[in-house]
């Protein structure tokens, strides 16, 4: 059988630049694909961002060519490093080189490098004869590949290639770039499938020019479908509903692995899950909370966003003032929510601690240390931290929907709640600390969570299935 060439284009990927969920997949989902053996073969291209430091991860020069783009000769820089078995190019230039964030506030900032890059990355491939069989894309830096490979129809090089688009995030489109796609030569597509104001943004144009569009769960792909989701493509997406595919990530289960992390006080496993009270001892000692083994002790990781419902955490805490319960709070985002955290220990000083901050270690220790993890989230298209919060065998609370509603399953593995208000949150919260009073039905959910297989594997084969119903 012909091999599957899949090219996979990110505006991030870890561990070499991570912002968010999108670097986490970019960072694994290549490899995964891989390592499914050798009917596929993939190549990751990422921005070289100022931040990205070459000696660290082995990265040399590979070559260097001149192209027309943006009505101007522009050199690009090619850099390789290899991530296992895993071909791993960066591409730089003026546009990308002149930047100092990976995501700008100034979109036409962003708009500059990643149209750059996007254009740079298909020159530079089909420069080095790497003729693909699958190009695939992420959110909206990486659409307008797609866009521009359509536009190439007529170069034998590109009419075969199938491509695909994942969004991670639907709400980030790109709009305010028309400037620069006009000056890269890149003029709004005709059409009248989709709304008037997506005809010149990237992303919606990504998604008209792709033969298959995922999400990253399926419930969320049903989600996007409607008025409530869609952000104005709902219609569009109802009309492509054949071609809309959800397949919900994974996690790196060598990274978050409570048997060897050496970021916890304590180790374990499922079959001694009794050692995790140790981890929360240790929670309790730090953050000076009362150190009662039997008060359950609940936590939130998180951006705080309105997205993530932190807001309505808040309110339900109100609702829940009779209970017995610790909580920590760990995040950092807009001003206005971490200021109301902060005003809520103030008020509840024997149970609640927020900590204002992204801390990747006092992350891992709240997933070991805690007995429930929320997710109160507003949308979720997948979602990380539930699933970190399994593995490390702490139960999570949260919304039914996204890929929330796809990966926890009701007095399973977690608790669910269907409409983001506070009365509905508080009523799962107190279903949880009653549950939690019963031991052995509590140890049950932990050990049904730990359980939970969240490898990349089986998400990648089902990547591969899909790029094989393609080629
Ligand atoms: P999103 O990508 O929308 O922020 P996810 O649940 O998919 O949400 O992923 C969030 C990731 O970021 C998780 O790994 C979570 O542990 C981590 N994270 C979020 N906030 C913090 C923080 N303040 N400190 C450390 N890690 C954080």
Redesign the pocket.
Known sequence: MKKIKVLFLASEADPFIKI???G?VAGSLPNALLDLGDEIDVRLIIPLHKQIIPETFGITHYSTFVTDLGGKKQSVDVFKTNKKNLEVFFLSGEPISDKEKVYDSNIELDGEKYIFFDLAALEFIKRDEWQPSIVMANDWHTAIALHAIKQRQSDPFWRSVKTVITI??LCYMGAGTEAILERFGISKVNTDKIPWWGKHVPLPMGILAADKIVTVSPTYSKEIQTAEYGCGLEEYFQYRAEDVVGIV?GIDQDIWDPEKDQAIPQTFSISEIDNKKVNKQYLQELFHLAPKPSVPLLAM???M?Q??GVDTLLEAIELISSEKYQMII???GNPEIEEKCKLLEEKYPEQVRA?I????K??RQI?AGADMIL?PSRY???????M?SMRYGSVPIVRATGGLKDTVTEERTGFLFEHINAGELAASIIKALRTYKKKDLWKRMQTNCMDENFSWQNSAEKYKNLFESLV
């Open positions: 968010g969920g999108l986490d991670h995030n990530n990781v998180t951006r966003d997205q993530k760990l995040g950092t900590i901050k992204y801390d990747g006092l992350s997933y997710m979720e298209p997948c979602g990380i931290a539930q970190i």
